[in-house]
């Protein structure tokens, strides 16, 4: 797809964010074509040089930008984000509540400037009583409940990714699109605010919504009772080849037990009915495992992929650099991560027009687009 097809093409995008919500934002934006121009401290954003767990998130979060940096301190840093800002359809930002305002560059200052601008704001708390909190994507998942979903009993227990700064961002990306829609018909731009803790109350809407109907408060999900007989992780015949399968309709259940051999269970009356089936869960799951660990992990692939059920191998992030499937598809786009390093990323998971959406700049250095953003906004 070239650059005028995207969808998002002509659209400019100021960024003033850092670590993932903010950047995760930009890009979505940036990836659907945006230009998004990546506002960063002098000496370049501090995310850059993170460590352990955080070392990929500055090459994930920040491919298809422009990079400036600026001291927004200064009469001229700040000077040349209001002219950004000016010139811009979308501004990102996830500082500490009330930052920016103090340095002049607040939504009511910017678009007293440009009315059309829209104005994301990233933060950890929607309006209400925790609003000037601090938050982390860990800090909302502990007090949002979804740790202790994820968790076994008394142990709670984090995603295993930036799961609420990624959903934030994009329920930001959601706000940012119905603003630009309704600016299509009104010509006025909008303040948008996502958060932390509102996404995390968002994802684990469904137990709360559980509770509502059962009278009865949602268990971890490692001690949960299913809603399907068998929906589990199982072992096979060889030592750390483990894979996941559901089962989880009345028509799959008569054609799991007619391929597998457990005519018996397929034929029983009492197990003819989903809710039966998860009842009998203490009966039915014992055979199924024994039946599983005497077969290989690609004996049952095999078998379950030709019945078109539910299934997967349990994987680590870093063997999707060889899955067959994102890297025949197009997802994962080549990146430099150094001067002379480059790596597959996922892209954004999107078809438009049955096309992918393509890397069309690389990660940016430091300051790395100074001179050409200048010249575009002009003196200053």
Not at 126 to 140: F, H, I, S
Not at 267 to 273: E, G, H, R
Request: net charge negative.
């Amino acid at each position: 797809m070239d650059q005028e097809s995207l969808p998002l093409a002509g659209i400019r995008v100021v960024e003033f964010s850092h670590m993932v919500m903010g950047p995760s934002v930009g890009v979505i934006l940036a990836d659907l074509g945006a230009d998004v121009i990546k506002v960063e401290p002098e000496g370049g954003d501090q995310t850059r040089r993170l460590l352990g767990s955080g070392a990929g998130y500055f090459p994930m979060f920040n491919r298809n930008k422009r990079s400036i940096c600026l001291d927004l301190k200064s009469d001229r840093g700040s000077g040349i984000a209001r002219k950004l800002a000016a010139r811009s359809d979308i501004l990102i930002e996830n500082f500490r509540p009330g930052t920016l305002t103090r340095l002049g560059l607040g939504y009511e200052a910017l678009s007293a400037d440009n009315p059309r601008l829209i104005y994301c704001s990233a933060k950890g708390f929607l309006k209400g009583p925790y609003e000037q909190r601090t938050a982390l994507d860990e800090v909302t998942q502990m007090m949002g409940g979804l740790a202790y979903m994820t968790g076994p009993p008394g142990r709670p227990l984090r995603a295993g990714s930036s799961v609420v700064d990624i959903t934030g961002g994009m329920f930001g990306v959601i706000g940012i699109l119905a603003a630009l829609e309704r600016r299509h018909r009104t010509g006025k731009g909008a303040e948008v605010k996502c958060a932390l803790y509102e996404t995390t109350a968002f994802l684990v809407g469904q137990h709360m919504a559980q509770k509502a109907v059962t009278g009865k408060a949602a268990e971890p999900m490692p001690v949960r009772v299913s809603a399907w007989a068998i929906y589990d992780v199982f072992e096979t015949a060889r030592e750390n080849e483990q894979l996941f399968v559901g089962v989880v309709s009345d028509g799959q259940w008569s054609a799991f037990c007619a391929a597998f051999g457990l005519d018996d269970l397929g034929s029983n009356p009492d197990y003819t009915l989903n809710n039966q089936r998860v009842e009998a869960r203490d009966v039915i799951l014992p055979r199924v495992r024994a039946l599983f660990t005497s077969m290989s992990r690609e004996e049952l692939v095999a078998k379950l992929e030709a019945l078109g059920l539910p299934f997967a191998p349990i994987a680590r992030p870093d063997e999707l650099f060889d899955d067959p499937h994102l890297l025949q598809s197009g997802g994962l786009v080549e990146v430099s991560i150094s001067d002379n390093k480059r790596t597959l990323l996922p892209g954004l998971p999107l078809e438009i027009d049955g096309t992918r959406m393509a890397l069309r700049r690389d990660i940016p250095a430091v300051d790395q687009d100074r001179a050409a953003v200048l010249a575009e906004i002009g003196p200053t």
